[in-house]
């Protein structure tokens, strides 16, 4: 096996005429924090749909662990062990809590289409669902429906199923996005935890979370690749400086 | 744990008291009547598996409805099938047919599956006037109710009446298994949110297909025992107007909940076998009571009440049951189709 995870070879998605990521070239490697950074716009979410097979890119390679997955399917991706999470956070509204994070652990039971056999069966699941709830401080909260959390606790929920599947490699589209400061610290734990011995590709806005937790940091703009390296690297690009002033100006 | 239990065993003391009332009500009232109602609760109950529990709105119901009655009338006249084999026969061809057009149907999202359900319901329907074996604008009459396992007679309207209630508690027992089994769950959450189930691994098209499958088998189910009830099977039961029929009935009592699409089908049954008298008018009060009823209870009569009571009572909706979600958003188009 080669030592990168995701590889990605002139990555390009056109929307009509335009060029939402163009000729990307990604390598992350395995068993590191890797961040996508850049402007509003930039095309960090698509890079996301792409390399998980929500989007299918007009051109271009995408590998995992060196075996080619360009026209592989969603859901088998993240059968083989690579799971995303969404900018916008996604639970399972009209489930509890514990049913949100049992659906993900359901899977490895392979009972899933069982529709004979009695809901029962899962409740051999209900300890695991308990640790993980706990894990991010919703155990109290398992007999609520999702859809009356708040948004920052939806987020650590999503998190949970995320993470309740232990997957080799781990896909966050701004984790932080809409969490308070002590939840930031909570998440930023789970994640550094989550990622011993497992791939990580994020996208954040957060500088402080990108500088604490990234090995290597790939900075995109208007689809292309603005630079790449270690957080002081990257952040003392003037390119890169340059971009973010104008992208906030 | 103990609230669980205790709800658990409130459960069966409300389903025992509903059986004992079903066992006792064609003392009360027309057997045959109640048998109607019977079919087009399961027929209804069927609908609601997709739409309240997949959050798919299928617009040809009909065509397994219909098809398994002509199918399972053909099999008790022609071949003197007895009433249970009939009845298999009918549901077996509505399990296949239901396989051939959900796999066309089901990567249409939306309306989009709606009219692609339709269309095809309607090729079935031509079908059925084109086919020799349906006897056209005749149907197939004179269907005989024949004797239960090759023993019982069903001629009497007793008979038929428990017959029904039979394959009536079998269905619904079927429906309810598959909501509260590990497949119903991952179904709620492809309802609830398909790209997260997805992402979670789910290949959504192939449970989305299976939850159609067996819809359309119970439906065929019902079809083939209304055959047996009236003694006819006719283009009424295989015509688009039919699958207005079910997705009316289902709203109006509410979707995504057990008891909504039972309550709706009586309801609806009882007002067309009450109004029969009035003709043409019938359609338009129905109309009307469903405009009703839809304006005041956004739930259907069924979800508005259990949200009514959960709310007095301070607590949550129970987690296997949907209120106002992405099924019921999806269906505010259905009414307008309709009418
Ligand atoms: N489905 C789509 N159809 C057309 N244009 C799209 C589509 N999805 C994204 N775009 C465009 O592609 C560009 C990149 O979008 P993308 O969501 O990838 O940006 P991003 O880097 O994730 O931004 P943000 O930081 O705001 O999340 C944007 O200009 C967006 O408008
Ligand atoms: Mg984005």
């Known amino acids: 096996m080669t030592d990168i995870a995701i590889e990605t070879e002139g990555l390009t998605k056109q929307f009509g005429g335009f ?51 360009t026209t592989t399917k969603p859901a088998a991706l993240a059968r083989r062990g ?23 652990l359901q899977r490895q039971m392979h009972n899933s289409f069982k529709f004979w056999k009695p809901e029962s069966v899962l409740h051999e699941l209900d300890d695991e669902v308990d640790e993980i709830l706990k894990s991010v401080g919703l155990w109290d909260m398992r007999g609520a429906m999702a859809v009356e959390l708040s948004y920052g606790r939806k987020r650590l929920l999503e998190l949970a199923t995320t993470l309740a599947l232990k997957p080799e490699v781990l896909l966050f589209d701004e984790p932080m996005a809409g969490m308070s400061t002590g939840d930031i610290q909570m998440v930023v734990d789970l994640i550094r935890k989550a990622a011993e011995g497992r791939t990580v590709l994020m996208v954040e806005h957060n500088m402080g979370v990108v500088a604490d937790l990234s090995d290597t940091i790939t900075v995109l703009q208007r689809g292309q690749v603005l630079a790449e390296g270690s957080y002081e690297e990257v952040s003392n690009n003037p390119e890169v400086r340059a971009a973010y002033m104008g992208g906030h100006a | 744990m103990a609230s669980k239990t205790s709800g658990n065993w409130k459960g069966w003391a409300q389903f025992a008291v509903a059986i004992a009332a079903l066992i006792v009500l064609p003392f009360f009232l027309y057997p045959v009547f109640l048998a109607k109602v019977l079919c087009f609760a399961l027929f209804a109950a069927a609908f609601n598996l997709l739409l309240g529990f997949a959050g798919l709105l299928s617009f040809g119901h009909a065509a397994f409805f219909g098809f398994s009655a002509y199918v399972s ?27 051939v057009i959900g796999l066309l149907a089901i990567r249409r999202q939306g309306i989009y599956f709606a009219m692609v359900t339709l ?42 009446y428990y017959f029904v209630l039979a394959v009536f508690l079998i269905g619904v ?41 067996l819809s359309a088998t119970i439906a065929g189910m019902a079809g083939s025992t209304k055959v047996l009830v009236f003694k006819l099977a006719s283009l009424t039961d295989v015509a688009w107007q039919m699958s207005g029929e079910v997705v009316l009935m289902t709203i109006l009592g509410g979707v995504g909940t057990m008891l909504g699409p039972i309550v709706g089908a009586s309801i609806i ?41 959960t709310q007095m009572r301070g607590g949550k909706d129970e987690p296997a049951h949907l209120s106002p979600g992405k099924a019921t958003g999806e269906t505010d188009g259905a009414p307008v189709t309709h009418g």
């Open chain 1, 19 to 69: 060029y939402a990521v163009q000729g990307v070239n990604l390598q992350v490697k395995r068993h590191t924090i890797h961040a996508l950074i850049g402007p509003n716009g930039a095309g960090k979410s698509t890079c996301f749909n792409l390399i998980t097979k929500f989007l299918q890119p007009s051109s271009g390679k995408i590998r995992l662990n060196g075996q080619d997955i």
């Open chain 1, 82 to 104: 690579m799971v995303r999470s969404f900018q916008i956070s996604s639970v399972f509204p009209h489930l509890t809590c514990a049913e949100n994070v049992r659906v993900a």
């Open chain 2, 73 to 99: 009338a053909h099999a008790a006249k022609e071949w003197g099938f007895t009433p249970e084999l009939a009845i298999l026969a009918g549901t077996v061809v509505a399990a296949f047919l239901g396989a």
């Open chain 2, 119 to 160: 269309a095809l319901a309607q090729m079935v329907f031509f079908i059925c006037i084109q086919a020799p074996f349906t006897h056209g604008e005749d149907g197939i009459q004179g269907v005989p109710r024949g004797h239960f396992l090759g023993i019982v007679d069903l001629e009497s309207n007793f008979a038929i």
């Open chain 2, 173 to 213: 027992m079927v429906i309810y298994r598959t909501v509260h089994s590990p497949f119903g769950q991952v179904l709620k959450s492809i309802r609830e949110n398909e790209p997260r189930a997805i992402s979670l691994g789910y290949d959504a098209d192939r449970y989305k297909l299976m939850a159609f499958i």
């Open chain 2, 269 to 309: 049954v009882t007002m067309q076998n009450y109004l029969a008298e009035v003709g043409q008018l019938t359609l338009i009060i129905q109309g009307l009571v469903f405009m009703f009823c839809v304006l005041l209870f956004r739930r259907g009569i069924v979800g508005e009440i259990k949200h009514r009571w």
